[in-house]
């Protein structure tokens, strides 16, 4: 490998035309100079042609004078990564559940809308893929409905969401009957969820095992489709439910007892989020907090 102090002799030398220029520009001695040069010639073969007025490059300095440029290239843009000043520009990488994610995708895209040199990245997973995602350095945030101990992470509240049964806005739902008369559209927490929120709604009920099943899709932008047809009813996140298009269609019945999760942000422990992710956090979180 080719030192970076020799290279950026080299560079000088060329910028500078002549050795002495070059010594004093550098804080160098002629002779410290002179064997930086010698040094890559050892490696790369003659690159200077040493006229009595000016130095002339050959084709491998040409080709090293290049390759010198592109490297203070790369570290420029290097400490612009790693400073990360610019509030405006860079990647924001997000995983989370599709429930928040719903909600919170348009919010990032105004964002972009308004900082163009934003980019957003934003993926739909569940608690574990989130975990490993974040721990792999894959994305930079992620919310999770589970409280990590990792200490190779950071962990704050984000928000709480409540779950809500939701049914079609054409339907009169007064009890167990009612919910067994329409029937369940499933999804693939929709067991866990259901069971957790109707045995606060109806504690003396069966529970949602004893409920005919009208339907089932793995596809959280969708679930609330055959719900607003009328075809049965759903318990989901309430950011899935304000992230439906069509609100009059449906209905949420209220219960005697809220159950609701938090939901937490998590990032790496051992550096901090970048100063784009610190200001597009903060704005989140207000945003959210007023749905």
Known sequence: MLSPQWLRTFATL???GNFTRCAEYLDLTQAAVSQHVQKLEERLG???IRRPRQLELTPAGRALLEYCEEVSAADQRLHKRLSEHDDQRGEIGLICPGSIGLALYPMLLNLQQANPGLIIRQRFAPDREV???VLENRFELGLVTLKPDDPRLCVSRFT???LELIAPASERVEGWEDLQRIGFIDHPDGRAMGS???SRYFPEAPGVGSLPCRGFTNQIGLILEPVARGLGFTVLPRYARLAFQ???SIQVIRGPRLVEDTLWLIH???WPLSSRTELVVQKLR???EGL
């Open 246 to 248: 069509r609100p009059d």
């Open 196 to 198: 957790r929120l109707l």
């Open 131 to 133: 975990l490993e995602a």
């Open 160 to 162: 709480e969401e409540p």
């Open 268 to 270: 790496r422990a051992e």
């Open 46 to 48: 003659p690159l200077l």
């Open 14 to 16: 060329v910028e500078q």
């Open 286 to 288: 207000i945003e959210v």
